[in-house]
């Protein structure tokens, strides 16, 4: 009978460490699923970097949050000697979505993303104070105007 009692015991034991096991690599296969999913599509974090204002004979235009006027170049973008004066409008730490208005988008610059309306880069003037428009005409930038119409694919 003893013996009997022992394999008993035994093929107990062995079939908890079984179960154990089976519900250890469930969890290990649902942790490698989650990070696997977590790769592919890492989270996207959306920030409000512009606004839409209104400036005297400007009329509506693209704004920082805390109300600085935007402007665009045209052709081309600032690089080099231009940015001391015309500084880009990043994106802030941790976020890739810019939100505000429709159009927005990022493009990369120089590690950074860089925020672009209706497919143009987006940047401050350093003559600019407080909520004043003396960029618009300078060095070929024309004030970032806001426009109610469809967004180019």
């Not at 909520?131 to 005409?137: A, D, I, K, M, Y």
Request: aromatic share 6%; with cysteine.
């Amino acid at each position: 009978m003893v013996s009997i009692g022992t394999s008993r015991k035994a093929g107990r034991r062995w079939t908890a460490r079984v179960a154990a096991g089976a519900v250890a690599l469930g969890s290990l296969t649902v942790i490698s699923v989650d990070l696997t999913a977590a790769q592919a599509a890492p989270a996207s974090k959306s920030a409000a970097v512009v606004k839409v204002v209104t400036r005297g004979k400007f009329g509506k235009i693209l704004a920082t949050t805390k109300g600085r006027s935007l402007y665009i170049l045209p052709k081309g973008s600032c690089t080099g000697s231009c940015l001391p004066v015309w500084p880009p409008l990043v994106m802030p730490k941790g976020t890739t979505v810019p939100t505000g208005t429709h159009c927005l988008k990022t493009a990369s610059f120089h590690g950074k993303l860089q925020v672009t309306y209706r497919g143009k880069r987006l940047y401050l003037f350093s003559g600019d104070s407080g909520t004043s428009v003396n960029g618009n005409g300078e060095g070929g930038f024309k004030v970032a105007k806001f426009s109610a119409s469809a967004c180019p694919m």
